[in-house]
């Protein structure tokens, strides 16, 4: 098969398989009686990361630690340029007066900390993955004391419920199938096209692989704004940038060791201060010139700002 046919038929299964494994955990949680607060800040948060792990991990596998690294810096410029742009091109958004107590935050100090690590040696090592992991469980156990103490401000947005014991053991099983070999295409696709073109594979997971893992949460904020809906909110997609960081990149460097190669230098000298630079920008985007509200121009100045992302990160070559 050509390697683009490859690569949309895993993005294709890994957004199948995604969903499968969220509807079934959703499910599991409930019929081991777990609150449903435990269960939307816990269980759909990881199922919902699955995609992102298992490409990851693949890929660190299989000696492509570009395409694991990339994935993940290109998610996270693209969960908030991209999704959270175009999102708000459709429509304002609110943002949450505590987004910036708590959430945004600890974004920051996840990115802040992935920075360090890897600009100390150029990789991420074992007991690097395993202070990640922890910094995850510290944020999560914070997280839970918070919903508790404000259980009306915690919205769950789960999808239709897999209830019987069969129907829970059969999207599991489609799920994890769907996972693994979506896994497979998407990095055997991104690696063929990488190496037909001459480029790292590092650029092809910043673009094309980031965008793919990012499409659900795109389309499901554009169909909710055009319903006129609450879309997706900017709490969700700075908890997937942190998942993306630390369970992640967290688990990925424990099982294999990230090492940067030479020609995917880019991810440490350009890709990363994007990410930095993008999750910053929320900042004084909540407050100028109209104080917490995500307005239309200030999507537009997001999209374009990802378009010149892209672009910048294909012109090096």
């Known amino acids: 098969m050509h390697p683009i ?47 992102e792990l298992i490409v990851s991990v693949q890929s ?24 959270l742009g175009a999102t708000a091109m459709i429509g304002s958004l ?11 935050p600890w974004m920051m100090g996840f990115s802040v900390l992935l920075y360090i690590m890897l600009q ?6 074992q007991w690097e993955g395993g202070l990640l992991l922890v910094a995850m469980v510290i944020f999560l156990v914070l997280l839970i004391r918070r919903a ?19 129907n829970i053991i059969l999207f599991l099983s489609l799920g994890g199938i769907s996972l693994w070999l979506g896994s ?29 893992t990012s499409v659900p949460e795109l389309a499901a904020s554009i169909i909710a704004a055009v319903k006129k809906e609450k879309a997706i909110s900017l709490g969700n997609l700075i908890g997937s ?34 990410m930095l630079a993008i999750a910053f920008c929320l900042l004084p985007l909540a407050f100028i010139p109209k104080r917490y509200v995500i307005t239309r121009f200030k999507g537009v100045l997001l999209v374009v700002t990802y378009c010149a992302f892209l672009f910048l990160a294909f012109s090096t070559l």
């Open 5 to 51: 046919i490859y690569l949309l038929a895993g993005l294709a299964l890994l957004v199948l398989g995604g969903e499968f494994l969220v509807r079934s955990s959703v499910g599991l949680s409930i019929k081991l009686n777990l609150s449903k607060m435990i269960i939307g800040l816990t269980v759909v948060s990881f199922a919902t990361s699955a995609p």
């Open 60 to 83: 660190a596998m299989n000696g492509f630690s570009g395409l694991a690294l990339g994935n993940i810096i290109g998610s996270n410029i693209a969960n908030i340029a991209l999704v």
């Open 94 to 104: 609110a943002i949450d007066k505590d987004f910036f107590k708590f959430n945004w």
């Open 120 to 125: 100390s040696g150029n990789n991420l090592v």
């Open 148 to 166: 508790r103490k404000n259980p009306e401000e915690l919205e769950i947005d789960a999808p239709e419920i897999v209830a019987s014991w069969w």
């Open 184 to 212: 497979e295409w998407l990095v055997k696709g991104a690696v063929d096209i990488a190496n037909s073109l001459g480029i790292p594979e590092s650029i092809i997971a910043v673009s094309m692989v980031a965008i793919g």
């Open 241 to 274: 940038n942190i998942f993306n960081i630390g369970f992640v990149l967290g688990i990925t460097s424990i099982i294999q060791p990230i090492e940067i190669a030479t020609k995917s230098m880019g991810l440490l000298t350009n890709d990363i201060y994007w």
